[in-house]
């Protein structure tokens, strides 16, 4: 008799490494942004070959963030954990059955409506994660203007009379 056990170690439940490593290829690609922001001084020239390399780059991470990173989850959803239209959700002690089916909950809600969910929760991080970094690209370099005045060697405010 031969018992078989699966040992490879991401392989976990519910979980796809497909869709993991893209998620986190794409948020880690779109944070390396912000090290090379603080290199860069606001207003350098750009090179035409530093412009087609930026746009290739963010080209790629947007690709993988709005583009591999949901489908990779929705093939997860469909395929490894069975979330169809067919699929409908009770909940525990069956809160959520619908009332077609004999339960009190008003709507019929299924898995597949629960996938869609998720996906466009994905695409709001990545949504929202570029707009911060938008921001923060665009202020880098910015000095916070001091409400401080100016003193003497003794300590007491200079104020230049005008």
Same mark, same amino acid.
């Given at each position: 008799?031969?018992?078989?056990?699966?040992?490879?170690?991401?392989?976990?439940?519910?979980?796809?490494?497909? &869709?993991?490593?893209?998620?986190?290829?794409?948020?880690?690609?779109?944070?390396?942004?912000?090290?090379?922001?603080?290199?860069?001084?606001?207003?350098?020239?750009?090179?035409?070959?530093?412009?087609?390399?930026?746009?290739?780059?963010?080209?790629?991470?947007?690709?993988?963030? &709005?583009?591999?990173?949901?489908?990779? &989850?929705?093939?997860?959803?469909?395929?490894?954990?069975?979330?169809?239209?067919?699929?409908?959700?009770?909940?525990?002690?069956?809160?959520?059955?619908?009332?077609?089916?004999?339960?009190?909950?008003?709507? *019929?809600?299924?898995?597949?409506?629960?996938?869609?969910?998720?996906?466009?929760? *994905?695409?709001?991080? &990545?949504?929202?994660?570029?707009?911060?970094?938008?921001?923060?690209?665009?202020?880098?370099?910015?000095?916070?203007?001091?409400?401080?005045?100016?003193?003497?060697?003794?300590?007491?405010?200079?104020?230049?009379?005008?």
């Amino acid at each position: 008799m031969l018992i078989a056990f699966e040992t490879n170690p991401l392989h976990w439940p519910g979980m796809n490494v497909a &869709f993991l490593f893209s998620f986190f290829l794409a948020t880690a690609g779109a944070l390396i942004v912000i090290p090379y922001s603080k290199r860069r001084p606001k207003g350098t020239p750009t090179s035409w070959g530093e412009a087609m390399l930026a746009s290739v780059y963010a080209f790629g991470v947007m690709f993988i963030a &709005f583009g591999v990173c949901p489908h990779q &989850f929705i093939d997860h959803a469909d395929k490894e954990l069975d979330w169809s239209k067919s699929n409908i959700i009770y909940g525990p002690g069956d809160i959520f059955k619908p009332q077609a089916l004999g339960g009190n909950w008003p709507i *019929i809600m299924s898995y597949e409506a629960v996938r869609d969910i998720v996906v466009v929760v *994905i695409h709001l991080w &990545f949504f929202g994660l570029l707009i911060y970094l938008w921001s923060k690209w665009q202020k880098r370099g910015d000095v916070v203007a001091g409400t401080e005045v100016a003193t003497s060697t003794f300590g007491r405010p200079l104020v230049k009379k005008g």
